[in-house]
């Protein structure tokens, strides 16, 4: 199990350690194990903070957010809350977020657009979730993401256009994300009813179901687009050969037969 200490923990969770401390001391966080003078918490800190969160942004207060975990835990063993909520909450990537200094990220994206242009750049850039600025420092969920635009960018590709095929591509992908797992939702809510927790002997049956149709959207996700860029890289090379056979047969003079 990945072990943290608190900046980690924050840095990871997309919070602050300051955060993470006045949760502990309301309670809502469990206490880190001791290593020495060093906290030391694990994947199981992490999805309780993940799960507060998203109640807190929600619009839930701390007081609310303690009452409705106090009564979750009541009569559960603690190892099957703690593991669904894992479950619920934990990230579907192995990547672990990263601070880049906000005047480099301006710097960067003054090289490929107008200086005048690069707050603008810097908002959208922003708006995507691709960096969230925090002071002189900007936290960087995907370190991939930055890598393949920059990538993209050295063989060529203009960084507006990159940014604006991402604005086209990100609601597609929040569109399909949200249905497939409101389709999971009904599904619970059909088979328990709308108000329903799992009870006791319950929760680690329902944290493997979970658990499995995350493992089955992934791979349904991956399998239905690479078959899907299979077929459009197909058509696009098909036109783009049709348009050059058209382009040379027209700029190649009408040979006359010999027999006439």
Avoid at 39 to 46: P, V, W
Avoid at 79 to 93: A, H, K
Avoid at 232 to 248: F, P, S, W, Y
Wanted: charged share 25%; aromatic share 4%.
């Amino acid at each position: 199990m990945t072990e943290y200490r608190i900046d980690e923990l924050a840095r990871v969770a997309g919070t602050t350690s300051r955060n993470v401390r006045a949760y502990q001391e309301r309670g809502l966080l469990p206490p880190p194990r001791k290593q020495g003078r060093v906290g030391i918490y694990t994947e199981t800190h992490l999805a309780r903070l993940r799960l507060i969160t998203s109640l807190h942004d929600r619009g839930y207060t701390s007081t609310q957010i303690s009452e409705l975990i106090a009564s979750w835990e009541q009569g559960r063993d603690l190892r099957d809350v703690l593991g669904l909520e894992q479950v619920l909450n934990s990230p579907w990537t192995d990547e672990i977020p990263t601070y880049l200094p906000t005047e480099q990220v301006r710097a960067f994206l003054a090289t490929s657009a107008d200086p005048a242009d690069t707050d603008a750049m810097f908002n959208r850039v922003a708006a995507l979730g691709v960096i969230k600025p925090e002071g002189d420092q900007c936290l960087v969920p995907s370190p991939s993401l930055i890598s393949t635009v920059l990538e993209l960018v050295g063989r060529g590709f203009k960084l507006v256009d990159v940014i604006a095929l991402h604005e086209r591509i990100v609601p597609a992908i929040n569109d399909i994300a949200r249905q497939m797992v409101e389709a999971g939702a009904a599904r619970v809510v059909e088979e328990h009813g709308e108000a329903w927790l799992p009870a006791d002997g319950e929760v680690g049956e329902v944290t493997a179901l979970l658990d499995r149709l995350r493992q089955l959207a992934m791979s349904s996700i991956q399998g239905l687009l690479a078959h899907a860029l299979e077929h459009h890289v197909a058509d696009v090379m098909g036109e783009h050969l049709a348009r050059v056979i058209k382009q040379n047969t027209s700029a190649e003079p009408i040979q006359r037969p010999d027999f006439l």
